[in-house]
């Protein structure tokens, strides 16, 4: 019987029954395309009664899209779609081979725009770009300006001149076409309109004619084309499209189809062998939402199991306090485990973004609040502090510390207009009207209130539709009242997010600890009775019959918390951070006599709250108060720093 047990035959079929066995109940309620066990509510089904998130969406509306489209015009990208459809003469204007994708990236967000707010004058002007896009696809359906207006030159150094599909590693021939795919989507839904899905659907056909089994077997240097070839299925149910985003994923590190790119693309060993995030951390964390996104439509277990291992090797040793993510300037890279220095922290606000869209999509797949987690404190931190108030200025790198002497934004102090590499401030416009859809999901009968956002939504949920409203003022106070208004009596269950800062994590993981673990409750009440909270994943589970009218009251307390790093961190070495909700805190130097890196935090300090709404459009600060009647410490939102010229920062303070 052992003997036979052994057998390798058997071993490999009960390997095959365990991972089915698995796979089978994690995707139990899979909708049929979709494929991820729970599906997000669209922010247009959320109208956003907030001042907080409504104030930064309307900003990008208002001036970051059309600044965008502007700096766009002025430097040359949409001249280029012009000079590769014989519209006009001349040489690719640039220094970017993806400047491309800048373009791509303002029609998405233009579109989410236009979904909730339409603006026939920004839908024609789209229109007139996507006319120029479409001149520039040449008959088979290639499309990139730098290589059709002049294969013989390069945009940049790195980047080698040659023939379609060479040097695949740096040309960002595929980058460029995940965001024609990805921007296609978003027009597509917004607007019902295919003249820029059929340009991406042209340029897929062309993708899949030439790469694939036996074909060419290359994957691209930089990902996003995987995700943008997902969201090309779920447009069309075409699953050869799917197909071709998981053989784009197979072929890194699998040196039989070509030469390695190494680490820094992440295609150094298979990606169903990876545990450890290495390398670029925007290409990581593309590729990580794109095999969630495999794991998720193709039920595939190998993925599932890689994606697991490798976010919990992220929040257990590579993340920041701000949830951003990549230590490294050098190769804008993971650094090693533990790696985690303050003034030179890398922390690209694309990579930030990535985090979000992977840490919904792992959500999306477990339904544990710890996604939620991470996406929250990315979102409320270290994404937005990549864009202005104003909407008109940008960080690329966001940093947890400025000694005001290193140019830590490409050669800046402080946030930047606009840059040769653009990548960032065009993230930030795709990104932020898509902001409400990260608020509820549902599955079956049941519906999550992921994060706390003034708003209103109907959300349909198996048995019929439901409203639900938010009233709040996070993120600064932790009352939320939740309005359940269910077209008539209905049993379903409220799934409403406890967060991890609330019940001493202020990230999941080991890496960041609460110096002080003494809490006030969280309490929830229903129709303002006190509710037996049942916890699971993270979240109060309140199952009942409800009815129009009922009301759910949530507290959350929010103290301001001492924060304490892994004591392998070495740079966090005797130091504490302050965060308050979901929001990270940090001293700047203009708050405080100009100095704030030589400050201390002592043990003994007390804390106070000030409401200050004449500053940076309205804050609540913190102010150290120390023992002994010393000047006091002014702490403000991370994201809301570098408005008011450069100067000395910090997250983490000495404690002695
Ligand atoms: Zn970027």
Redesign the pocket.
């Known amino acids: 019987m052992k003997k036979s047990f052994n057998s390798p035959i058997l071993k490999i079929l009960l390997a095959v029954f365990i991972a089915l066995t698995i796979s089978c109940s994690l995707f139990k309620n899979k909708n049929e395309k979709w494929g991820y066990p729970i599906t997000p509510v669209s922010f247009t089904d959320v109208t956003l009664t907030d001042t907080f998130w409504s104030k930064r969406i309307a900003t990008n509306r208002d001036v970051t899209i059309p600044y965008g489209f502007k700096k766009c015009e002025e430097e040359g990208r949409m001249r280029n779609f012009e000079r590769a459809g014989g519209l006009l003469e001349g040489d690719y204007e640039g220094k970017m081979p993806f400047d491309d994708s800048d373009v791509y990236k303002i029609i998405e967000g233009a579109s989410y725009s236009l979904r909730t707010n339409p603006d026939k004058k920004l839908e024609s002007y789209i229109d007139s770009i996507i006319e120029k896009i479409a001149a520039a696809q040449e008959e088979d359906g290639y499309l990139c300006t730098w290589k059709t207006i002049n294969p013989d030159t390069a945009p940049a150094w790195w980047v080698k001149p040659g023939p379609r599909w060479f040097n695949l590693g740096a040309n960002h021939e595929l980058y460029n076409a995940g965001h024609i795919y990805e921007a296609a989507y978003a027009h597509f839904l917004a607007t019902g309109k295919r003249n820029f899905l059929d340009i991406a659907l042209k340029n897929a056909d062309l993708i899949a004619a030439v790469f694939g089994p036996g074909k060419k077997m290359q994957p691209p240097g930089h990902q996003i084309i995987e995700t943008g070839l997902v969201k090309l299925y779920l447009a069309t149910g075409n699953r050869k499209y799917l197909e071709l985003a998981k053989f784009f994923l197979d072929q890194r590190g699998n040196a039989a189809g070509h030469e390695l790119y190494g680490a820094y693309s992440q295609d150094h060993i298979p990606v169903v062998d990876q545990d450890e995030a290495v390398g670029h951390a925007?290409r990581a964390m593309y590729m990580y939402a794109g095999m969630a996104d495999i794991a998720a439509l193709m039920q595939d277990s190998l993925y599932l199991n890689a994606v697991d291992k490798i976010w919990d090797n992220v929040v257990t040793k590579k993340i920041y306090l701000t949830g951003g993510v990549g230590a490294r300037h050098d190769g804008?890279a993971f650094g090693d485990n533990y790696e985690l220095p303050n003034l030179t922290a890398y922390n690209?606000?694309?990579?930030a973004?990535g985090n979000i869209y992977w840490n919904q999509r792992m959500f999306l797949l477990h339904g544990d609040s710890k996604y939620i987690d991470v996406l929250e404190r990315t979102l409320y931190n270290g994404m937005i502090s990549g864009v202005s108030l104003d909407g008109e200025s940008f960080f690329?790198p966001n940093c947890l510390a400025s000694d005001g002497k290193y140019a830590f934004n490409q050669g800046a102090l402080t946030r930047q207009p606009w840059f040769d590499?653009?990548?960032?401030?065009s993230?930030v416009i795709r990104f932020m009207p898509s902001v409400p859809n990260y608020i509820f999901a549902h599955r079956g009968q049941s519906l999550y209130v992921n994060l706390f956002i003034a708003c209103s939504a109907n959300i349909q949920l198996d048995k019929g539709k439901v409203a639900i409203s938010q009233e709040t003022n996070y993120p600064w106070d932790g009352n939320i009242v939740i309005h359940v208004d269910p077209k008539s009596r209905k049993q379903f269950t409220l799934r409403v997010r406890i967060p991890g800062w609330a019940m001493n994590q202020p990230l999941p993981g080991d890496l960041y600890r609460f110096a002080e673990n003494d809490t006030e409750k969280v309490t929830l009440t229903v129709n303002g009775k006190h509710a037996n909270i049942k916890m699971d994943q993270g979240y109060a589970v309140i199952d009942r019959k409800w009815e129009k009218g009922d009301v759910v009251r949530l507290s959350l307390p929010m103290p301001i918390r001492r924060v304490l790093a892994n004591e392998k961190v070495k740079d966090d070495s005797n130091k504490v951070a302050l965060i308050r909700g979901p929001l990270t805190f940090c001293a700047e130097g203009v708050d405080n006599d100009g100095k704030v890196l030589d400050r201390i935090i002592p043990d003994d300090a007390q804390f106070t709250i000030e409401s200050r709404p004449d500053l940076l459009h309205g804050i609540t600060g913190i102010k150290v108060l120390y023992p002994g009647g010393k000047s006091d410490l002014i702490e403000i939102p991370y994201y809301a720093w570098s408005h008011r010229g450069p100067g000395e920062m910090t997250v983490w303070i000495a404690r002695k």
């Open positions: 925007v804008e690209e606000t694309c990579a973004i690329y590499c653009s990548c960032c401030p993230n």
